[in-house]
């Protein structure tokens, strides 16, 4: 009779970066297809209704832009958790030691296993793969910040905000350019998102680790000592 694994538990994120992480991901939603919205009304052209009747309706551009704006600030601002978390909590600067061969080994370990190279990879709080995926989606929200805050500002190219921000346009070639990298940037975003669902759900079922139940009560589970403990201190 084959018996159960005994399984161990690790507090890896703290309250900070969890309720962090489930506001992100509403605002991610919200700030995406507000955002398809606002690039192509879909008043326009096919459905036959023109813009103007919009004007009445929930839907109507003045609503979405600032469904839009409220949700890129109160993103921004539940920055200052994220900011929390990896200040007081180990667990939450689970981010890639580029410097470190355990990183290096950790990626080509997880990437041989990916590629069905290997039958399964050694236990991680976190992969190397997984570190840097991570790493880059905070980049490109960054990025989606600072692009729709120098959009946002232009409202009012006289105003102290424009005044501010408006280099960054230069920077960026002029104001059409940061409307196509915000735009493809929130692409990537997506693309992300729908990448990271498919390997928290494929971990949860293959590793049987509270991959999904571990972003609620903070646990993940290991049958042996993950490579990376060190990370939590403990």
């Not at 159960?4 to 507090?11: D, F, N, R, V």
């Not at 109507?60 to 994220?82: K, P």
């Not at 105003?159 to 059409?176: C, F, K, S, T």
């Amino acid at each position: 009779m084959k018996t159960k694994p005994i399984m161990h538990g690790y507090y890896v994120f703290s309250p900070a970066t969890r309720l962090f992480h489930w506001n992100l991901v509403i605002c991610i939603f919200l700030l995406f297809f507000t955002g398809l919205y606002i690039g192509n009304p879909f008043f326009i052209g096919s459905s036959g209704v023109e813009p103007t009747y919009a004007v009445n309706n929930l839907l109507s551009m003045e609503n979405i832009r600032y469904v839009h704006f409220l949700a890129g600030y109160i993103l921004m601002a539940s920055l200052i958790l994220r900011l929390y978390g990896f200040i007081t909590h180990k667990g939450d600067r689970l981010f890639p030691k580029f410097w470190t061969r355990g990183y290096w080994d950790g990626l080509i370990d997880t990437q041989l296993h990916y590629m069905f190279l290997r039958t399964k990879h050694k236990p991680y709080l976190r992969n190397s793969l997984a570190r840097t995926g991570y790493a880059s989606v905070y980049g490109m929200i960054l990025l989606e910040g600072v692009t729709g805050f120098a959009m946002y500002a232009m409202i009012r190219p006289n105003g102290a905000g424009a005044q501010m921000i408006n280099p960054v346009n230069h920077w960026l070639v002029d104001e059409y350019m940061v409307h196509v990298i915000h735009h493809y940037v929130a692409w990537m975003i997506m693309l992300f998102v729908i990448v990271h669902v498919y390997m928290v759900f494929r971990a949860d079922v293959m590793e049987k680790g509270g991959e999904t139940s571990g972003m609620i009560s903070g646990r993940k589970f290991y049958e042996e000592e993950p490579v990376d403990h060190r990370d939590l201190g403990e």
